[in-house]
């Protein structure tokens, strides 16, 4: 069975900066591809950074040279560094993880998710 489980999320003054984590555990092959995705209150569900099986990265536009996600294979964790915040990046962000088919990612899996507020 896989599980996500996330942490580092916290609350920083605009300017700060987090790193969140997410152990996966229960993946049985390697062809997986995982990201990291937030929702705000009364706001629907965003994709924010994603890294496919090859260790391809893509990020929202809203992101983009801020955050930084990378995985750690040996320690089956997904990590989001995210600096610069600002008051819009307030939201849950939770972590999913899938089936790689090329084409895009299934995104079976998802963890809880771990709060993060940005205060101005």
């Known amino acids: 069975q896989v599980q996500l489980v996330e942490s580092g999320g916290g609350s920083v003054q605009a300017g700060g900066s987090l790193r969140l984590s997410c152990v996966q555990s229960g993946f049985r092959h390697s062809g997986y591809c995982m990201g990291w995705f937030r929702q705000a209150p009364a706001k629907e569900r965003e994709g924010v950074a994603f890294i496919d099986s090859d260790g391809r990265t893509t990020y929202a536009d809203s992101v983009a040279g801020r955050f930084a996600i990378s995985k750690d294979n040996a320690a089956n964790t997904l990590r989001l560094l995210m600096t610069s915040l600002k008051p819009e990046d307030t939201a849950m962000y939770s972590c999913?993880?899938?089936?790689?088919?090329?084409?895009?990612?299934?995104?079976?899996?998802w963890g809880q998710g771990t709060q993060v507020t940005v205060s101005s």
């Open positions: 999913a993880a899938g089936r790689d088919y090329g084409s895009g990612c299934d995104y079976a899996y």
